[in-house]
Structure formats: structure tokens, C-alpha cells
């Protein structure tokens, strides 16, 4: 049995206690797999801003694309986006996870983790890029030889 297997759904979303979420499309039924939420937990519903936690689900290539920015300018600076995609059996989207990574990389964000909603759904953590991070070394320096 892995680690994950024995944390809640809430958890292995970042949802921790005080935590600020906001729930965007969710399918029916999903903010009751939530539970049970640790204490302070708020649901806010039509903040712009001071949100730890955002699930933006979508079926919608464009719709994930256009609403994306202001998902980001709606995080806290240590804030994430679950951007949830459909990928149960039968279902027909352009959405990927290769598709939402790129459409986070074009405004400056980076993905972190994924996660397995359900047997319907599945999810990418985006955050903002760590600061004085490079995105991929040129190769090791050699130390100077000695005399």
C-alpha cells in the first residue's frame, strides 16, 4: 500500500486547515469526496485574490486557456491550480496533460504534481516558477586543474 493510498483526497490536494479554496465546474458530488476537511477550510466562491488552492475542472481546450491568468493572479504566491481533465473511458478531449502543462509554460507557470481524482478525472498541480531557477543546466564545470 502506497502513502497516498492512506491520505484523504483533501490532503493529497494541499487542502490543509485555514487553507482558502475555490472549486470551478466541479461534476457532481465532488466537493462531498472532500471530506472530511480539516478545521478552518474556507470555500470562497468568487474571490479574485488570496486563494491557496484552485480545482478548475474543464473539458474546454479554450476555456482552459483564456480563464488560466486570472486563475493565476487569483493564487497566493504559494498558491496552486489543479487544472482537472476528463480522462475516464469514452471521453473525447483534446486535454492532456501535455496540453495543460504547455498552456501553464506560456504564462509563466510550472506544473509540480499530478494527481488521480477519480476514475473520471485527473489533475495537474501549476505554480508559479521558482524564482533564480534555471530551466535546464548547460552541463557541469570542470573544477580547474591543479599545479
Known sequence: MTPYALSSLAAMLGIRSGTKVSVI???????????????????????????DVIL????????????????????????????????????????SEDFVRQAALDIGLVDNKICVIDEA?????LVRRPRGRLDKPEGR????AQA
Not at 466541479?26 to 479574485?48: H, I, M, S, Y
Open 25 to 51: 465546474n466541479p461534476p457532481r458530488g465532488f466537493v462531498q469526496k472532500l471530506n472530511p476537511l480539516p478545521d478552518g477550510v474556507e470555500f470562497l466562491v468568487t474571490a479574485q485574490t488570496g486563494l
Open 121 to 125: 478525472w485527473t489533475a495537474l498541480r
Open 56 to 95: 478548475f475542472f474543464t473539458t474546454d481546450a479554450t476555456e482552459l486557456v483564456q480563464r488560466l491568468p486570472a486563475l493565476s493572479r487569483a493564487t497566493t504566491l504559494t498558491g496552486g491550480i489543479w487544472v482537472c481533465w476528463p480522462t475516464g473511458e469514452g471521453v473525447k478531449t483534446v486535454l
Open 141 to 144: 564545470k570542470q573544477a580547474p
